[in-house]
């Protein structure tokens, strides 16, 4: 099994900035991307930025420019860096990771979520 555990959200100014963390833990062999997606109520959830083991990113139209990912390969962990937030931005975010596992007795696929942390743009 694999955990995501994030961190970061909260309550910022328009215009202000935000950086979420997450971290994977478990059984882990490998990861091929973590990202981040967000989602606010009654729309589907929509990917934000994602990053592969490479470095490739792609990101949202409406966060270039604005948003940036990283990664540590070592600490399995990404980072969302969130600059010029606007009150569009505000959802609940969501890390996600795919990769491989060790179950005990064999190599699995996983593709995993966290529970999300919720980011407010307000004034």
């Known amino acids: 099994q694999v955990l995501l555990e994030e961190s970061g959200g909260g309550l910022v100014q328009p215009g202000g900035s935000l950086r979420l963390s997450c971290a994977a833990s478990?059984?882990?062999?490998?990861?091929?991307?973590m990202g981040w997606y967000r989602q606010v109520p009654g729309k589907q959830r929509e990917l934000v930025a994602r990053i592969t083991t490479g470095g490739a990113r792609n990101f949202a139209d409406s966060v270039k420019g604005r948003f940036t990912i990283s990664r540590d390969n070592a600490k399995d962990t990404v980072l969302l860096q969130m600059n010029s937030l606007s009150p569009e931005d505000t959802a609940v975010y969501y890390c996600n990771a795919d990769g491989t596992y060790w179950n005990g007795q064999g190599f699995f696929p996983f593709d995993s979520w966290g529970r999300g942390t919720q980011v407010t743009v307000s004034s």
């Open positions: 478990g059984t882990i062999s490998s990861i091929n991307a």
